[in-house]
């Protein structure tokens, strides 16, 4: 987009802007190929190149989507602390989630880069570190109340002095942490990955001159923001507004907790408020300021991919987040999981309302983010060692203005995550794979079909004094559809220990005791489906069914579509287009009353085995607790609402 006012001839204009992508990516390469610990390995990283104000310049391509949206926050909180102490040959390290971080385990390495005795550049790189101490290995401990359960805070701390490796400090970080070698390792690493960034800009300097490069920074912000600004500018003004929800707060029980997210277009500008958003909660799922600007930034990008993210970006969007509140939680409140709680709801709030401004792009709600981890003594021949199982899972992404949603896809908080290969978490820890595959009916029934998530099972070998935790949430604030489609499915852990029954966890918990022979499997969600699932075409349910997306049960209940099995070996199916006829029929007359029976009329035939727990969900609108059974009044009101704006007011 070539302007007459620009600074630089489109070519050189090109090159450097590209050429900053490849800048970053180098930075990646080199993480990629040093890092010590498995969950960077597996792309919970990302990198970024800053301006000498710390406004990011380029992100790379394959970075996490909430990393990004953060690292010019903590770029600008080291020059804020620093001022003019900072020197060539000064390495930062920062994680503090109060000062624009995420959560304490991502941890960001910042490089000024000087030429000639003038601070040009900030280089980062930031990284999941497996552990950052605390009370809970993997420092994810759901009862946490304030950070000092979650770890270690670091505000921006000089790691290198003028070239000089402050090696009692690294030791003092590390000395409070789980497996302390793989986190030097880690911040090794990234530390010369920022060298290799550094690097690379000097060579571009060299090449093009000073003033060249330092111009094309400012013009690749100015580039983005007035692409931003005209894309924007070709939309029409307005006003929309929808609330998502976190499970529950732990200290107050039956009840979701609101997101409310309101979005207004006013000529080039975008503007979010969530100031009707709930107070923050009792438990890790709160969101820091950071973090919650991010979610809005990276909802607000889906909907423009063709356009790079930069600091230009977010002078076109301006994101108001109430203090104390469950998108702004203050120090100390916990938010170690807020990747799993305020920010993925902050997401696909977002999806809704541009999926009402841009239905060309329509995509509904997307399955949550969780992990889940294991530490304890590794005892296997050989190895004698802690170790640390820390996994998340892929899962279904909603239905789409014009096909399903996609199976079995990296979470929307940063599709660049690679799924952990079996075989690599295997060799690293005494755990073992036992099935990983597709969950049939778990993607949201809609004309478009949500993605399908999957089930993961393993089993302890010769794990001592180990213990569980799960970040997750979803179990009742279930993915949700838009345009007429249906939910998906709740999530949830299964344990079975040795010799006993096995025992539903839910989808927050930490330091469940497990050991030798234990056994758990999780599914993760599918995506919501989008649009009325009677307008389906049959034949595409059919295929569901040929493929095990869908079970032939629920082709009749949620499609209204009638599946004779004549020999499933061969993947001989027929529909029965009368019985099919009829059952849609029958679907539409009754859709709308079930919505409104009375719950406990409901549950009991739930308990007598008349309806399923998908049945509860999907046609009634009914939420329970999974671990007791019991039904929850004030959840089910506040789901029963959203399904009757974002199902039934689509319905003929």
Same mark, same amino acid.
């Given at each position: 987009?070539?302007?007459?006012?620009?600074?630089?001839?489109?070519?050189?204009? =090109?090159?450097?802007?590209?050429?900053?992508?490849?800048?970053?990516?180098?930075?990646?390469?080199?993480?990629?190929?040093?890092?010590?610990?498995?969950?960077?390995?597996?792309?919970?990283?990302?990198?970024?190149?800053?301006?000498?104000?710390?406004?990011?310049?380029?992100?790379?391509?394959?970075?996490?989507?909430?990393?990004?949206?953060?690292?010019? #926050?903590?770029?600008?909180?080291?020059?804020?602390?620093?001022?003019?102490?900072?020197?060539?040959?000064?390495?930062?390290?920062?994680?503090?989630?109060?000062? /624009?971080?995420?959560?304490?385990?991502?941890?960001?390495?910042?490089?000024?880069?000087?030429?000639?005795?003038?601070?040009?550049?900030?280089?980062?790189?930031?990284?999941?570190?497996?552990?950052? /101490?605390?009370?809970?290995?993997?420092?994810?401990? $759901?009862?946490?109340?304030?950070?000092?359960?979650?770890?270690?805070?670091?505000?921006?701390?000089?790691?290198?002095?003028?070239?000089?490796?402050?090696?009692?400090?690294?030791?003092?970080?590390?000395?409070?942490?789980?497996?302390?070698?793989?986190?030097?390792?880690?911040?090794?690493?990234? *530390? @010369?990955?920022?060298?290799?960034?550094?690097?690379?800009?000097?060579?571009?300097?060299?090449?093009?001159?000073?003033?060249?490069?330092?111009?094309?920074?400012?013009?690749?912000?100015?580039?983005? =923001?007035? #692409?931003?600004?005209?894309?924007?500018?070709?939309?029409?003004?307005?006003?929309?507004?929808?609330?998502?929800?976190?499970?529950?707060?732990?200290?107050?029980?039956?009840?979701?907790? +609101?997101?409310?997210?309101?979005?207004?277009?006013?000529?080039? @500008?975008?503007?979010?408020?969530?100031?009707?958003?709930?107070?923050?909660?009792?438990?890790?799922?709160?969101?820091?300021?950071?973090?919650?600007?991010? *979610?809005?930034?990276?909802?607000?990008?889906? &909907?423009?991919?063709?356009?790079?993210?930069?600091?230009?970006?977010?002078?076109?969007?301006? $994101?108001?987040?109430?203090?104390?509140?469950?998108?702004?939680?203050?120090?100390?409140? %916990?938010?170690?999981?807020?990747?799993?709680?305020?920010?993925?709801?902050?997401?696909? %709030?977002?999806?809704?309302?541009?999926?009402?401004?841009?239905?060309?792009? %329509?995509?509904?709600?997307?399955?949550?983010? =969780?992990?889940?981890?294991?530490?304890?003594?590794?005892?296997?021949?050989?190895?004698?060692?802690?170790?640390?199982?820390?996994?998340?899972?892929?899962?279904?992404? /909603?239905?789409?203005?014009?096909?399903?949603?996609?199976?079995?896809?990296?979470? $929307?908080?940063?599709?660049?995550?690679?799924?952990?290969?079996?075989?690599?978490?295997?060799?690293?820890?005494?755990?073992?794979?036992?099935?990983?595959?597709?969950?049939?009916?778990?993607?949201? +029934?809609?004309? &478009?079909?949500?993605?399908?998530?999957?089930?993961?099972?393993?089993? #302890?070998?010769?794990?001592?004094?180990?213990?569980?935790?799960?970040?997750?949430?979803?179990?009742?604030?279930?993915?949700?559809?838009?345009?007429? /489609?249906?939910?998906?499915?709740?999530?949830?852990?299964?344990?079975?220990?040795?010799?006993?029954?096995?025992?539903?966890?839910?989808?927050?918990?930490?330091?469940?005791?497990?050991?030798?022979?234990?056994? &758990?499997?999780? +599914?993760?969600?599918?995506?919501?489906?989008?649009?009325?699932? #009677?307008?389906?075409? +049959?034949?595409?349910?059919?295929?569901?069914?040929?493929?095990?997306?869908?079970?032939?049960?629920?082709? =009749?209940?949620?499609?209204?579509?009638?599946?004779?099995?004549?020999?499933?070996?061969?993947?001989?199916?027929?529909?029965?287009?009368? *019985?099919?006829?009829?059952?849609?029929?029958?679907?539409?007359?009754?859709?709308?009353?079930?919505?409104?029976?009375?719950?406990?009329?409901?549950?009991?035939?739930?308990?007598?085995?008349?309806?399923?727990?998908?049945?509860?969900?999907?046609?009634?609108?009914?939420?329970?607790?999974?671990?007791?059974?019991?039904?929850?009044?004030?959840?089910?009101?506040?789901?029963?609402?959203?399904?009757?704006?974002?199902?039934?007011?689509?319905?003929?």
């Amino acid at each position: 987009m070539f302007n007459v006012d620009t600074k630089l001839d489109p070519v050189t204009f =090109e090159v450097l802007k590209n050429g900053f992508v490849n800048l970053v990516d180098q930075m990646s390469e080199q993480v990629l190929r040093t890092c010590y610990s498995f969950v960077i390995y597996n792309r919970d990283f990302s990198s970024a190149l800053c301006d000498a104000k710390g406004n990011t310049i380029m992100q790379g391509t394959q970075d996490i989507s909430v990393h990004v949206g953060t690292l010019h #926050l903590t770029a600008k909180a080291v020059i804020e602390d620093f001022g003019d102490d900072i020197h060539p040959g000064d390495v930062f390290i920062v994680n503090d989630p109060y000062r /624009g971080g995420t959560h304490f385990n991502d941890t960001r390495i910042i490089r000024p880069v000087f030429y000639n005795g003038q601070l040009i550049s900030f280089m980062q790189v930031n990284g999941h570190w497996a552990d950052m /101490g605390g009370s809970t290995p993997g420092s994810f401990d $759901v009862n946490a109340k304030s950070h000092y359960g979650e770890g270690m805070r670091i505000p921006p701390l000089r790691i290198w002095s003028k070239g000089v490796y402050l090696e009692d400090v690294a030791n003092l970080l590390v000395s409070n942490m789980r497996v302390p070698e793989e986190r030097l390792g880690d911040l090794r690493s990234q *530390a @010369e990955a920022t060298k290799t960034g550094e690097r690379q800009l000097i060579a571009f300097i060299e090449k093009y001159g000073l003033d060249t490069v330092l111009t094309a920074f400012e013009e690749v912000q100015n580039y983005v =923001e007035r #692409l931003t600004r005209a894309r924007v500018k070709e939309l029409p003004d307005g006003v929309w507004e929808t609330t998502d929800y976190i499970d529950m707060d732990p200290e107050l029980g039956d009840g979701l907790i +609101p997101i409310n997210v309101k979005m207004t277009i006013k000529d080039d @500008e975008i503007f979010y408020d969530l100031s009707g958003s709930h107070k923050y909660i009792g438990c890790f799922l709160n969101s820091a300021f950071g973090s919650s600007l991010s *979610a809005a930034y990276a909802g607000t990008k889906t &909907f423009f991919p063709d356009i790079p993210l930069n600091s230009g970006f977010y002078r076109a969007v301006h $994101v108001e987040l109430p203090e104390d509140s469950v998108v702004n939680a203050p120090w100390p409140v %916990a938010v170690t999981g807020f990747c799993s709680g305020a920010y993925e709801k902050i997401m696909n %709030a977002c999806f809704e309302l541009w999926s009402n401004v841009m239905p060309e792009r %329509a995509l509904a709600c997307s399955f949550n983010l =969780e992990y889940l981890l294991i530490g304890g003594d590794d005892k296997r021949e050989g190895y004698d060692s802690y170790f640390m199982w820390y996994d998340w899972m892929a899962g279904g992404h /909603g239905g789409r203005s014009t096909k399903d949603g996609a199976n079995a896809t990296s979470p $929307v908080f940063g599709v660049g995550l690679s799924i952990q290969p079996c075989e690599g978490q295997e060799r690293l820890s005494p755990v073992v794979t036992t099935k990983h595959e597709i969950v049939t009916d778990s993607g949201g +029934p809609g004309q &478009f079909r949500g993605g399908c998530g999957v089930e993961k099972g393993g089993i #302890l070998t010769e794990a001592h004094d180990a213990v569980m935790s799960y970040c997750c949430d979803r179990s009742r604030s279930v993915t949700w559809g838009i345009f007429g /489609g249906l939910p998906s499915t709740p999530h949830g852990v299964e344990l079975q220990k040795s010799g006993q029954e096995s025992e539903f966890l839910g989808t927050i918990f930490s330091n469940v005791k497990v050991g030798k022979g234990d056994y &758990f499997t999780r +599914p993760s969600a599918g995506g919501g489906g989008l649009g009325d699932p #009677l307008e389906r075409d +049959p034949k595409a349910v059919l295929e569901d069914v040929i493929d095990e997306y869908v079970s032939i049960e629920r082709a =009749e209940k949620d499609y209204g579509v009638v599946i004779k099995e004549i020999d499933r070996e061969i993947d001989l199916f027929e529909i029965d287009e009368e *019985a099919t006829e009829n059952a849609r029929e029958l679907i539409r007359l009754n859709r709308q009353k079930w919505i409104e029976e009375d719950p406990e009329t409901v549950m009991e035939k739930f308990r007598n085995g008349e309806v399923d727990l998908l049945d509860l969900i999907r046609r009634y609108g009914i939420i329970i607790d999974q671990q007791t059974g019991e039904y929850l009044p004030k959840t089910t009101a506040q789901n029963r609402e959203a399904m009757k704006k974002r199902s039934l007011a689509y319905w003929k």
